[in-house]
């Protein structure tokens, strides 16, 4: 029987009879972290780390049926050892490994090898078959040292101020916003957050986390309370009648895709700051090469650019949905 299974429902283990970030209901989901892009609503249970756990169920529902580990621990489905490892790409991620028979299979999730200081850093796991994303699978996508970044953002808003303007920061609710809040340095200013980004922030405060303090953008606000601040906000915020009383504001967005001149994520921002949560080229391929594997999966990304660099460097490579 083999240890893995690629279905247009998601990547299937059929001696543990369990799916990886399945796409549509299953009796059982292995879930790798919380983005919704691989915890889908719908499924009958949900295992994930204990990290991951809460705000799992924040974003699914208290009703959901969860079980979850600690990091390295291991149950036994059907014969199948199931454990996660660090993927260090947001707060509570993790790598899937699964053992059978003196079979191992790694299955990522996303990662990125950088440590953001928030989550748990990755982990190199040795095994047979690897399953990795390729987000950024291109060689022009090398990120800059992290600490460049963070320096940036905190003179960018220091200036915005001097000019009078407030600060409006776009990341995504769940990862990035947090890694973003947890390197601004408070003392510049006061610090807003919009609520489906504060939420989560006191999620992971309340499991121990320390993050800058933050205030929820709400309707008694006003223009006087907005003066010199920054305010982290989901690109999809940047509308309604909250805007009107900030105004001036400056907006800046923190992706791996604003590396390019045409980034996909806000593209209409007037700055861009080089901030991935997933492993860059070189990130990727060092990866790869630690896993020690006989067997790469390529899949989510440039899949097709990767298949053939890893081929023609020797690796075995299949390219998976």
Same mark, same amino acid.
């Given at each position: 029987?083999?240890?893995? $299974?690629?279905?247009?429902?998601?990547?299937?283990? *059929?001696?543990?009879?369990?799916?990886?970030?399945?796409? /549509?209901?299953?009796?059982?989901?292995?879930?790798?972290?919380?983005?919704?892009?691989?915890?889908?609503?719908?499924?009958?249970?949900?295992?994930?780390?204990?990290?991951? $756990?809460?705000?799992?169920?924040?974003?699914?529902?208290?009703?959901?049926?969860?079980?979850?580990?600690?990091?390295?621990?291991?149950?036994?489905?059907?014969?199948?050892?199931?454990?996660?490892?660090?993927?260090?790409?947001?707060?509570?991620?993790?790598?899937?490994?699964?053992?059978?028979?003196?079979?191992?299979?790694?299955?990522?999730?996303?990662?990125?090898?950088?440590?953001?200081?928030?989550?748990? *850093?990755?982990?190199? !796991?040795?095994?047979?078959?690897?399953? #990795?994303?390729?987000?950024?699978?291109? *060689?022009?996508?090398?990120?800059?040292?992290?600490?460049?970044?963070?320096?940036?953002?905190?003179?960018?808003?220091? /200036?915005?101020?001097?000019?009078?303007?407030?600060?409006?920061?776009?990341?995504?609710?769940?990862?990035?916003?947090?890694?973003?809040?947890?390197? !601004?340095?408070?003392?510049?200013?006061?610090?807003?957050?919009?609520?489906?980004?504060?939420?989560?922030?006191?999620?992971?405060?309340?499991?121990?986390?320390? !993050?800058?303090?933050?205030?929820?953008?709400? *309707?008694?606000?006003?223009? $006087?309370?907005?003066?010199?601040?920054?305010?982290?906000?989901?690109?999809?915020?940047?509308?309604?009648?909250?805007?009107?009383?900030?105004?001036?504001?400056?907006?800046?967005?923190?992706?791996?895709?604003?590396?390019?001149?045409?980034?996909?994520?806000?593209?209409?921002?007037?700055?861009?700051?080089?901030?991935?949560?997933?492993?860059?080229?070189?990130?990727?391929? /060092?990866?790869?090469?630690? #896993?020690?594997?006989?067997?790469?999966?390529?899949?989510?990304?440039?899949?097709?650019?990767?298949?053939?660099?890893?081929?023609?460097?020797?690796?075995?490579?299949?390219?998976?949905?």
């Amino acid at each position: 029987m083999a240890l893995l $299974e690629f279905r247009p429902v998601g990547i299937y283990c *059929p001696p543990a009879d369990v799916y990886i970030d399945p796409t /549509r209901k299953v009796s059982r989901a292995v879930i790798t972290h919380g983005h919704s892009d691989h915890a889908r609503r719908g499924m009958d249970a949900y295992l994930c780390t204990d990290l991951a $756990e809460p705000t799992l169920r924040h974003r699914l529902g208290p009703k959901v049926r969860t079980q979850s580990l600690t990091y390295g621990q291991t149950i036994d489905l059907n014969g199948v050892k199931l454990s996660f490892h660090p993927a260090g790409h947001i707060l509570g991620s993790a790598q899937v490994r699964l053992e059978y028979r003196g079979e191992v299979a790694v299955i990522t999730g996303d990662y990125k090898l950088d440590d953001d200081g928030l989550s748990t *850093p990755f982990e190199p !796991l040795a095994c047979q078959h690897f399953v #990795t994303e390729t987000t950024f699978a291109l *060689p022009l996508y090398h990120w800059p040292p992290q600490t460049e970044v963070y320096a940036a953002i905190n003179d960018w808003w220091r /200036r915005n101020q001097e000019m009078g303007k407030v600060s409006i920061l776009m990341g995504y609710s769940l990862g990035k916003s947090q890694r973003i809040l947890k390197h !601004l340095v408070a003392d510049i200013g006061p610090i807003f957050c919009h609520p489906s980004i504060e939420a989560v922030n006191e999620i992971v405060r309340q499991q121990g986390f320390e !993050l800058p303090p933050s205030r929820p953008l709400e *309707p008694q606000l006003q223009r $006087e309370d907005f003066h010199g601040a920054m305010i982290i906000a989901p690109p999809g915020a940047l509308r309604g009648e909250w805007l009107d009383r900030i105004e001036p504001f400056t907006t800046g967005a923190c992706s791996g895709w604003s590396l390019t001149r045409q980034p996909k994520f806000a593209p209409k921002a007037d700055r861009h700051f080089v901030l991935s949560d997933h492993a860059d080229w070189a990130g990727l391929n /060092r990866a790869v090469q630690l #896993t020690g594997a006989e067997h790469i999966y390529v899949t989510h990304g440039f899949t097709e650019v990767f298949h053939r660099w890893l081929e023609g460097r020797g690796h075995q490579v299949s390219s998976v949905a």
